[in-house]
């Protein structure tokens, strides 16, 4: 009796075990690499993406949600729950994702140190991707499959197409178990070096023969026409001060080129998230998947010039053995976007792929860290909410504490809070931190303030509620508010600092 008794406990444990791993949502986040905060059609772009946009439409499209301001930092602040620059002797969240019960998976760039601290030895079954930040489109560098290095398995590679189909056959793989998966698909589109397939570059060369001051005022227009965002709280800023005037400038074809090259790369990443998309569907797990879309920081405003060779030595040294010169830096009498090529689209077109904000990459002003950001989930965001626009708060910080309540298990201790509240029709507590801590621009958001300081100059204040742009300095007008916040700021224990 006792063994029958032992069999059927069994039983039933096992039975109570699934019952609780089908209520569990699977995972899915997908990080996008250096993408302006309007360059999705669904935030008012003119590229083509309509797999983003689809998800955007049955699902949630924030316009507050942040980042660190660079990819490395926000990789690291998204694996583990804390402001980060790199692992740390914590767990990631896919470990204790795995812990948990879940399945886990990887496909895409890693950026967070290999052997011992790679993604399939950091709680990922399954991973293929590139191991460093960034490289050729055509033949990446540190290319890997588990733990074995790869190469290229086509003529016509293209690294973004291959990340949807890998992510796509992880998916399916997963899909088969039964059990709860977290999957990481995480792109490095549109990061330099500007490459893209030819026939999808042409398909834009006529968009951009405006130039990027046109572009930018069209996209703004578009964003208000939208709903996503008012003219009263977010005034257009004038140009950066760097950004020419286009009718000045020389090589205008070369400049159009570089923008239809970038436009592209998001077209190849918006059809790779359409693969993704299809797996689930395929796989009737569509219903009860989270997916967060967001990108690791705003537009890069980087020029590349023939010093980038160090980040480009692997093309470098496969040409000069096969014969092929290599164009390193942006050089106008070459065109971007072929494997023979290693340019960037510039500064000038970053203002514009981030309107309507201030900044770029690197800098802690929204135009650095604050992300498009898409959550789609049938089962559980309600009917009336899809489609809309939310104004509450969140960050990258935010995604391990936001797995572990969906997941139904407890989180190490973190730096974040969990979203679901958001994402089942409730709302944030405004008054929850934020902190922003990269190259010498340092900042702090807290209910409807923002302060901010860059290099030496003093902190200044924005009211986000009223000015979302960051266009109105009110740090003379509330010097209370400035000296809280900063005294909140400097007690942060932030090891970048």
Known sequence: MRVIHFLAASALLLLATEAVAADRPNLVFILADDMGFSDLGCYGGEIETPNLDALAA???????????????????????????????????VAE?????????????????????????????DDFYGTIEGGGSYWDPPSLTRNDQPVEPDSPGYYYTDKIGAEAARQIRELATSGKPFFHYVAFTAPHWPMHAPEATIRKYLDRYRGGWEVLRQQRYERMLEMGLIDRKRWPLPPPEPDVRDWETIPHKDWHVRNMAVYAAMIDHLDQAVGQVVNALKETDQLDNTLIIFCSDNGACSEHLSGNAWKTAINV??????????????DDPSVPNGGPDTFGSVGRDWANAQNTPLPRYKGNVRAGGTLTPAIFHWPARIPADARGTVVADRGHVVDLMATAGELAGTKMPENQGRSLVPMLTGRSL???????????????????NFKLVREGKEPWR????????????????????????LKKLWNSFPDPGR
């Open 429 to 447: 507590d405004p008054d929850f931190p934020y902190y922003f801590n990269h190259q010498h621009t340092h900042a702090i958001i807290r209910g």
């Open 316 to 329: 470098l040294e496969k040409a000069r053995k096969e014969g092929r010169p290599i164009t390193v830096g």
């Open 96 to 124: 204790m994702l795995k812990k948990s019960g879940y399945q886990t998976a990887i496909a895409g760039k890693w950026h967070l140190g290999g052997d011992d601290q790679s993604p399939y030895r950091r709680g990922f």
């Open 461 to 484: 204040l924005f009211d986000l509620s009223k000015d979302k742009t960051e266009t109105r300095d009110l740090a003379a007008d509330h010097p209370a508010r400035v000296e809280e």
């Open 58 to 92: 049955n699902g949630l499209r924030s316009t507050e949600f942040y980042n660190t301001a660079r990819c490395w930092p926000t990789r690291a602040t998204l694996m583990t729950g804390r402001y980060r620059n790199g692992l740390d002797d914590g767990p990631t």
